[in-house]
């Protein structure tokens, strides 16, 4: 806080920036910005809601070894994060530019995302079984079959997130909130359901059911925006 106040001053003394309230830069970045409120709401929903519901209808031990498994899946977020920085200048270059060439480029490298998402998730799968030898302990060894159901989940997020791109890029933010709200409350209505009649197995296929609702409807909203082709590079 200290150091940006003292850039702040720096700035002002030196003429480099002036504090004068523009109306329509207020209206655009409320237009873009408040409507994300909401999609953190969504956000929330598919990520918690397995464990709320967890709690809710079986007991807090369960919610601890789905939390573990959780923590595991979790890694795959280390690529998605690493890929997002990656591929992010590009594909806004690609989307700036709106051509046929330029959106064959969008496919590619759409491609080149699934490949990397699926090799990292199988990598974690294959990895798993050692993570809880090595690294938790034997009373949680029932959450290692449930690392599977969550790695497709977070398969099906990194897709969400390429997809994702194009709708904020249009600055049109209340369709990705609209993604994240209808994913996380159907997904919601069906962890209900399904931990209910198969338990923590049921609360795991209902979390990757709510990413790859959010995939979906960001596939099908980003596709009406940008006329783009799903094809091998």
């Known amino acids: 806080l200290i150091f940006c106040l003292v850039s702040l001053y720096f700035l002002l003394r030196e003429n480099k920036i ?4 523009n109306f329509q830069y207020f209206k655009d970045i409320f237009n873009y910005g408040f409507p994300l409120v909401f999609h953190g709401l969504g956000i ?5 809601a397995d464990k709320l519901i967890v709690s809710s209808l079986i007991d807090i031990s369960s919610t601890g070894l789905l939390a573990v498994a959780a923590v595991v899946a979790s890694l795959m977020t280390l690529p998605i994060i ?29 491609a080149i995302n699934a490949l990397a ?4 998730g199988l990598a974690l799968y294959l990895l798993t079984p050692f993570i809880f030898y090595f690294l938790i302990g034997e009373e949680f060894l029932d959450a290692e079959s449930l690392v599977a159901y969550l790695i497709i989940g977070q398969f ?24 994240t709200i209808l994913s996380g409350v159907i997904g919601l209505a069906a962890q209900y359901y399904l931990v209910s009649s198969y338990g923590l197995e049921g609360a795991c296929i209902g979390n990757a059911l709510g990413y790859f609702l959010s995939f979906l409807f960001s596939l099908i909203i980003s596709k009406r925006l940008f006329n783009f082709k799903i094809s091998l590079p």
């Open 18 to 21: 002036l504090l004068v309230f």
């Open 44 to 48: 929330i929903l598919l990520s918690s």
């Open 117 to 120: 998402l699926l090799i990292s």
């Open 156 to 179: 099906f997020y990194g897709l969400y997130r390429f997809f994702s791109r194009p709708i904020f890029f249009s600055k049109k933010t209340h369709l990705v909130t609209l993604c």
């Open 82 to 110: 690493t890929i997002d920085l990656f591929i992010n200048p590009i594909i806004n270059n690609f989307l700036k530019e709106n051509s046929e060439e330029s959106l064959r480029g969008f496919s590619r490298y759409l």
